[in-house]
């Protein structure tokens, strides 16, 4: 039995959940506390990504390292299916993001 893919999954799970109060915290803070000196823009894509990060975290605690262990075979596939689907659809609103943010940067 290989012991990498062992130690990356152990390191995925303590990231995931050292880090998840910590995006809960920043989440709160950004909606609830007044948070209005900051630019709404980056204010809003943070909560945005937060909220993000959460989901996904909560998803992986709940659904993808059971699958993962084999308790639904077939979701894993699935998962890893979708995972790849959202990676390309990542890639492309980050290439549409930089568009926009540096218009002047995009090389033609």
């Known amino acids: 039995m290989e012991l990498g893919p062992i130690i990356l999954i152990v390191i995925a799970d303590v990231l995931i959940v050292v880090t998840l109060p910590v995006q809960f915290?920043?989440?709160y803070v950004l909606c609830v506390k007044n948070t209005r000196e900051l630019d709404s823009t980056y204010r809003l894509l943070s909560t945005?990504?937060?909220?993000?990060?959460?989901i996904v975290a909560v998803?992986?605690?709940?659904?993808?390292?059971?699958?993962s262990h084999g308790a639904f075979p077939a979701f894993f596939k699935v998962c890893?299916?979708?995972?790849?689907?959202?990676?390309?659809?990542?890639?492309?609103?980050?290439?549409?993001?930089?568009?926009?943010?540096?218009?002047?940067?995009?090389?033609?």
């Open 25 to 27: 915290r920043f989440f």
């Open 48 to 54: 945005h990504l937060t909220a993000f990060n959460i």
């Open 59 to 67: 998803i992986y605690c709940l659904e993808l390292e059971l699958a």
């Open 80 to 108: 890893i299916v979708m995972a790849l689907i959202n990676t390309f659809h990542l890639l492309i609103g980050m290439n549409r993001f930089t568009a926009i943010a540096m218009p002047t940067a995009q090389h033609l």
